[in-house]
């Protein structure tokens, strides 16, 4: 008998429910020889048939997941977390922290376990007794509540609050709150970290959320702890940065309860938008970034074993994670397109005409042209770029190029 070992685009270690099919296959009459685990092989059907997650830690284990923004601070605060509770108690204490490729805006996944026994678990935490998201946008991009037991808990980092909050859940997770009895709680940690003075740096107002809800060592005790660690990790910047995040300790006590109805768990799923997207992006690409690979089927790869890719597919992944999105204001704008060009998001778009295309356009006729040019002559701030007077249509780059363009038109 050969077992194979889970494999495939992000595999990680095989799981509990994986081991269980195995001795499952060995107490039929005639167990299937040859055989997979770990992946769906509808292709030579070699694989054993996936089972539900079950939690095998041991009695007394406390696993969570957390969900977070490269550079956000989430991990940081969730290796801090597991000092604290290490030196402070007897308890065991085990962490992984599983980061994307992107780094700064990415993915990050922290799995963290306590307990009064050793633990033996070697492989990532996929049966929490809590899950927090650190970024609203998460929930319509990642499965976060994926094997959140029943009766457990889910801390949300949002904008958004009581009624408007229910609104914009998907109807997906929803529908989990309501038929796992779910505690769901909430807090604008992000609205908090900017009343502070901490930018988008939400992860200590967060980590003292965690410690105050799940309580699995004496709050007190908790904060006393994170000052500390702030002071080691902060002290050097300055009192000012201490105290910041002092504050931001003090204020993580500042979540709600969001209210789950029961009707919830009627719910159906919110309907997939369709699109007009290659097959590829959809079946592959897309599954894969949302961290969904290990799910896909060996014949979603039919084709491509040797692990082509194809290209041109970074244009259709938009992670829209931003919390706050820019805005043109044509009040306020002066034309001297700066902003076009150190915005590293690309955000605004000016237009840029040749002498002929201003020539051609219906809204640019010669004179009109000559005008503008007279006016920038005698402009003193053109030299900056900062010409107030020029419209979005008719923008220039550099004086010379203007100057060299009207007179082709003389």
Known sequence: MIVGGRYGLGSKDTTPAQILSVFENLSLPEPKNQFTIGIVDDVTFTSLPPKEEIA???????????????ADGTVGANKNSVKIIGDNTNKYCQAYFAYDSKKSGGFTCSHLRFGDTPIRS????????FVACHVQAYLHMYD?????????TFLLNTVWSGEELAKH??????KYFAKNNITVYYINATQIAQEIG???????ILQSAFFRITEVIPVDLAVEQMKKFIVKSYGKKGEDVVNKNYAAVDRGGEYQTLAINPAWADLEDDAVVENN??????????PINAQDGDLLPVSTFKGIEDGTWQQGTARYEKRGVATFVPEWSAENCIQCNKCAYVCPHAAIRPFVLTAEEMAAS?????????LLERHLQECASFSRLMCSTVLAVETVWMYVRARRASRRLK
């Open 56 to 70: 095998l830690g041991g009695e007394g284990i406390f696993e969570a997941k957390f969900y977070g923004l490269g």
């Open 169 to 174: 859940l998907p109807n997906k997770v929803k």
């Open 362 to 370: 219906p809204l640019q006729k010669r004179k009109r042209f000559l």
């Open 277 to 286: 997207d290659p097959e590829f992006i959809n079946k592959v690409v897309r």
């Open 122 to 129: 070697t492989y990532l935490v996929n049966t929490p007794n």
């Open 198 to 204: 901490l930018g988008n740096r939400t992860n200590t």
């Open 144 to 152: 976060v509540t994926r094997g959140l037991r029943p009766n457990g």
